[in-house]
């Protein structure tokens, strides 16, 4: 019979622990794991899970888990029918927002504990990637509102030439709607000898990106025209290729706006502005937003030099270059120094103008940190092996595909060596699968110490780890190759009963002419391994046909 800890008792009605090895791999586990019975009751939770519901140890064990879960409930990730986001009560009161993974198992694979199905959830924190993506919402809402009430006109249009969007101020100046213009061109909009004046400009900021601005005659709803002033910078989409372009239109039958009314905007402007002098790159004005993200007030600012804000030389040295070539600097993704000396990531954009015939610089920089360190986690958490944290299998043979691409490129010799634990079900058997969890990790960290800095390292499943050495002959692989093997049998590994050490096999492969891939390279030197496990284990030994 099963109890609430996931123990079971005889028939004669002595209770004895039983807890299959399965089970004790999830107490160590960083992610919070929990078995459940049919009918919602938790029959195990491993510590992690019960850290991340405040809950005190072993006391998940026999509550409901489906009462775990707020009204709010979840939502399937989309593309991930077997993944969801559900929210969870924790014992303070709380709540945290998790992924979680279900999966159903069969009793007899954790102990034969009555024969009937159990599920299996893994759940990970992801409040954090939650409260990120509500603050990216909060900021597109920002831009919208900033878009709507901006007091001038501006229209938007795509890479294919037709609008796709324009503010409210547009549609009181011009009389044109939205629904008159969305996903028509210049063509459909006015006349064509007028259409065509507007469109050899869009065809100029194609071809040199940036920004112009030009004097020519808008279209009004009732059919007349009037000159204005059109300011029209390109705009990326989210691979980083031409998306589009926004324009602005100023009347010039109103005259220039007050520098007040620019005071104001600029001051409203959640984007921070700066403009510099070129001659010698003093900063000149900037305002408040910009202040903000440099950690000074706007007084302290002016006057200082530009370049004293780059983190890195080379990207201050690129924004430079793409001045000197086109004149402008789009959505550059720069790191900008804090007064503090700590360090953030901007979208930054540069374009040169003249100010009252002085030569000035005007950038604007969007703080983009947050988002940057949120995509970063994402890709690193999808790229990781989640028990050693070092690259998994596809992580690997997309970085080891890349060097073997340069190798032969450059007719440069690559090696591969495949790595295996000697006799590691045997450590599992006699230690515990959380022991065995314990030496694979160990054993990366051993090869990372020995391999260097531009080598790969990756975990092809279970107890098997491959590495590729660019640069490296078969030779050379079996020196580095031979000081990994020796490195890991004086490595001393914590078990139950005190220390153990181990002993790995490792088989090696050289690039084989130009035409060789890495499959190949990695079958070569498993038949490599598979050779000196044959022989005794503990060595290594270098491909050679005929294996």
């Keep these: 019979m099963l109890d609430s800890v996931g123990t079971t008792t005889g028939p004669a009605g002595g209770a004895g622990e039983t ?3 399965l089970w004790q791999a999830f107490d160590a586990l960083p992610t919070g794991v929990c078995v459940t019975a049919p009918d919602g009751t938790v029959v195990y939770a491993n510590p992690a899970l019960h850290r991340l519901l405040g809950h005190a140890p072993e006391s998940l064990p026999g509550l409901d888990f489906n009462r775990l879960a707020t009204q709010d409930g979840g939502a399937d990730l989309p593309g991930e029918p077997e993944v969801r986001e559900r929210l969870l009560r924790r014992q303070d009161g709380g709540a945290v927002w998790v992924a979680e ?8 694979s954790i102990g034969g504990l009555g024969g009937e199905a159990l599920t299996l959830r893994v759940l990970t924190d992801v409040s954090h990637h939650r409260r990120a993506e509500a603050a990216l919402r909060d900021q597109l809402l920002m831009k919208e509102v900033l878009f709507e009430t901006l007091p001038v006109p501006v229209f938007v249009k795509n890479a294919e030439g037709e609008y796709v969007d324009c503010n409210d101020s547009f549609e009181r100046y011009t009389g044109l709607s939205r629904r008159k213009i969305i996903q028509k061109t210049a063509f ?3 006349d064509p000898r007028m259409a065509k004046a507007h469109e050899e400009q869009d065809r100029e900021l194609v071809v040199n990106w940036g920004q112009r601005s030009y004097e020519e005659a808008v279209p009004f709803a009732d059919g007349s025209t009037r000159m204005a002033s059109l300011t029209k910078a390109v705009y990326c989409d989210s691979t980083g290729n031409f998306g589009g372009i926004v324009g602005v239109i100023h009347d010039l039958s109103e ?6 009314r620019l005071q104001t905007i600029l001051e409203q402007s959640p984007i921070g502005v700066s403009v510099s002098r070129r001659d010698n790159g003093r900063i000149i004005f900037v305002n408040t937003r910009f202040a903000e993200l ?3 007030t706007r007084e302290d600012v002016i006057g200082r030099q530009a370049r004293d804000y780059y983190l890195d030389s080379n990207q201050r040295e690129r924004v430079i270059e793409r001045l000197r070539l086109s004149g402008s600097v789009v959505n550059m993704e720069i790191q900008f120094r804090r007064a503090d000396g700590s360090s953030f990531w901007t979208l930054f954009t540069v374009n040169q103008a003249v100010i009252q015939g002085v030569q000035v610089n005007l950038a604007w920089i969007y703080d983009y940190t947050e988002r940057r360190n949120m995509e970063e986690a994402l890709r690193d958490m999808a790229s990781r092996d989640p028990l050693t944290g070092i690259y998994n299998r596809r992580s690997f043979m997309e970085l080891a595909r890349s060097q073997l691409a340069r190798a032969h490129r450059f007719q440069e010799p690559l090696s591969v ?4 634990v000697d006799h590691f ?3 599992n058997d006699s230690y515990g699968h959380a022991t065995g969890d314990d030496a694979l990790r160990m054993v990366a960290g051993g090869c990372q110490s020995i391999l260097r800095e531009y080598d790969i390292l990756g975990r092809l499943g279970g107890e098997e780890f491959v590495v590729v050495l660019p640069g490296a002959t078969a030779d050379e692989s079996r020196v580095v190759a031979e000081r990994v093997r020796r490195h890991l049998a004086r490595m001393a590994i914590p078990g139950p009963e005190g220390r153990f050490h181990l002993t790995t096999s490792i088989g090696i492969s050289a690039l084989d002419g130009s035409s060789d891939t890495l499959e190949k390279a990695i079958h070569r030197a498993d038949l490599a ?6 022989e005794g284990r503990n060595r290594v030994v270098v491909f050679e046909p005929g294996m």
């Design 417 to 420: 060596f495949v790595l295996d």
């Design 529 to 534: 391994l598979y050779r000196a496990k044959r």
């Design 255 to 260: 005259g220039l706006p007050s520098e007040e």
């Design 425 to 427: 079900k045997r450590i």
């Design 294 to 296: 440099i950690g000074l």
């Design 19 to 21: 807890r299959g090895p």
């Design 188 to 190: 459909a909009v006015m």
């Design 101 to 108: 993974a279900a999966s159903i198992i069969e009793d007899s």
